[in-house]
């Protein structure tokens, strides 16, 4: 785990380096420190994978490619110093 190489090279964190993950996993909780995280809203990214899908199968494969955004929310724990 990157946070266990950081303790080994001597650095602390946050006070040496700012750590975040991404996916809010369960196990950054349970870190030390706990991870920071980006939570996405994993509800609304299948969602939008399913209907990307559905309209590839079906869909004029001739139509742009498009960007799509889901919802997603900070999470500070303690891998984080917030100023």
């Known amino acids: 785990?990157?946070?266990r190489a950081l303790h080994e090279a001597g650095l602390r964190v946050p006070e040496d380096v700012a750590v975040a993950g991404f996916d809010d996993i369960e196990d950054g909780r349970f870190a030390t420190p706990t991870l920071s995280t980006v939570a996405?809203?994993?509800e609304q990214v299948a969602r939008l994978a399913i209907q990307l899908l559905a309209d590839r199968l079906g869909g004029d494969p001739t139509v742009p490619a498009r960007e799509l955004r889901?919802?997603?929310?900070?999470?500070?724990?303690e891998s984080t110093q917030t100023r």
Do not use: G, H, T
Not at 70 to 77: G, I
């Open 70 to 77: 889901a919802p997603y929310r900070l999470v500070f724990r």
């Open 40 to 42: 996405p809203d994993k």
């Open 1 to 3: 785990m990157p946070l």
